[in-house]
């Protein structure tokens, strides 16, 4: 059986954002760690994501939004578990947080054309960088309540096409 674990950017997602809406529509999923609040302390997610993961041995798919993504990606460069692939949703640019090694396991990164947090060209290095395989979503803000996403039908058929 495979787990599904969702992992939060910097701050609590409000509840109409789709990773909450596919929190409440998949009681499997679980939050790693359960949303907290600003500030981002990269260390205490990595600890939070690491804890998470140990918990079982069963193969892991991650779901990652904004800085959740660099939470994977710092995760990766410093542990080993079951994960078996990762939807990484418009990761931030942030040069002097984000590891440029591969990730160990399968990978879709999503952009946006107008993402405020990272251009298209940054989110494709991010890709390549990770050996991600890169998905460019168009002009759909940060993928975020903000941006209008509420429901992501598009995310629901990229993580089914990773677990396929």
């Known amino acids: 059986m495979t787990r599904f674990l969702l992992v939060p950017g910097r701050g609590v997602p409000f509840p109409n954002h789709w990773s ?3 929190a409440r529509a998949h009681p499997g999923y679980r939050w790693a760690p ?3 609040g600003p500030p981002y302390q990269p260390d205490e997610r990595v600890a939070a994501l690491d804890a998470a993961l140990g918990e079982s041995d069963e193969p892991a798919v991650l779901i990652a939004h904004s800085a959740g993504c660099l939470t994977v990606a710092i995760w990766a460069t410093r542990h080993a578990g079951p994960v078996q692939a990762a939807l990484l949703a418009t990761p931030p640019w942030v040069p002097e947080l984000t590891p440029e090694q591969k990730l160990p396991f399968r990978s ?7 993402d405020p947090h990272a251009t298209l060209e940054q ?17 759909v803000g940060h993928l975020d309540s903000a941006s209008g996403f509420g429901p992501w039908p598009q995310g629901e058929k990229l993580l089914q096409r990773l677990v396929d």
Do not use: I
């Open 20 to 22: 909450r809406q596919w």
């Open 34 to 36: 359960e949303p907290p």
């Open 108 to 114: 879709l990164l999503v952009a946006s054309s107008n």
């Open 123 to 139: 989110s494709e290095r991010l890709a390549r960088d990770w050996g991600a395989e890169f998905v460019d979503a168009g002009a």
